[in-house]
C-alpha cells in the first residue's frame, strides 16, 4: 500500500463533523480512514457509493398505485433483493423502535 501523503481540507458543519466523529469512534474507525474508505469505494463504484436522491416525504399508498405503478415498484424489490441491498427485518424494526421511541 502506498504511502499516505496527500492531504485534504473540508470544510464541514460542526455539528455534522461531531456527530459523525462520535459514529465512527464508537465503530473504532479514525476520522481519516473513514475519508479515504470514501474515496476508495468512489473509484470502485465510478461515483457516489449511494443513491442522491430527495426522499420521499410520504409512504407510498399501494391501494393508490395502477397496476402498472404496482408492478414498477415490485421490480424495484426484486432488483434490491437480486443485487443484495436487504436487511432483515427484525433489524429494521429494531432501528425503527429506536428511532421513533417505541
Known amino acids: ?7 485534504l481540507y473540508a ?16 465503530l473504532g474507525i479514525p476520522a481519516s480512514n473513514a ?3 470514501f474515496y476508495r469505494q468512489v473509484i470502485l463504484q465510478q461515483g457516489l457509493p449511494f443513491d442522491v436522491k430527495i426522499p420521499r416525504r410520504h409512504s407510498l399508498d399501494v391501494s393508490r398505485l395502477s397496476e402498472e405503478e404496482l408492478n414498477r415498484e415490485l421490480e424495484k424489490g ?3 433483493i437480486e ?8 433489524e429494521v424494526f429494531a432501528e425503527l423502535r429506536r428511532e421513533y421511541g417505541l
Open 1 to 7: 500500500m502506498a504511502a499516505k501523503s496527500a492531504n
Open 11 to 26: 470544510r464541514v458543519e460542526p455539528d455534522v463533523k461531531e456527530r459523525a466523529e462520535e459514529i465512527l469512534a464508537a
Open 35 to 37: 475519508i479515504n474508505m
Open 78 to 80: 426484486y432488483a434490491d
Open 83 to 90: 443485487a443484495g441491498r436487504t436487511r432483515p427485518a427484525r
